[in-house]
């Protein structure tokens, strides 16, 4: 079972940017499907991106398309997001989760959750 934990997150000021990270411990992570999720109170949980296995395929949100990139270091059981161009409705707490399950990139269904972390974007 894989423990996964975030970071970086923080304040950062409209059209600025941030890098989160999700380090995963107790698996094999290089076997793990990666995706990121963000909530805001109140509201559904929304989809950000995910990242297959070895790092080769990617898959956006629209709302995301162009401003976030998500990639792997596998050596470093780290995923990241790196978030530019940050809008003040981008604040939320963002999560990232993983499954072992082999769904499609696209598919919202993970087995593991993190406990996410804090972004505040300022206009």
């Known amino acids: 079972q894989v423990q996964l934990v975030e970071s970086g997150g923080g304040l950062a000021q409209a059209g600025g940017s941030l890098t989160l990270s999700c380090a995963a411990s107790?698996?094999?992570?290089?076997?793990?499907?990666v995706g990121w999720f963000r909530q805001v109170p109140g509201k559904e949980r929304e989809f950000l991106a995910s990242?297959?296995?070895?790092?080769?395929?990617?898959n956006y949100a629209d709302s995301v398309k162009g401003r976030f990139t998500i990639s792997r270091d596998n050596a470093k059981n780290t995923v990241y997001l790196q978030m530019n161009s940050l809008r003040p409705e981008d604040t939320a707490v963002y999560y990232c989760?993983?499954?072992?399950?082999?769904?499609?990139?696209?598919?919202?269904?993970?087995?593991?959750w993190g406990q996410g972390t804090q972004v505040t974007v300022s206009s």
């Open positions: 989760a993983a499954r072992a399950s082999l769904y499609s990139l696209s598919d919202p269904r993970y087995e593991y």
């Open positions: 107790g698996g094999t992570f290089s076997s793990y499907g």
């Open positions: 990242i297959s296995r070895s790092g080769g395929s990617t």
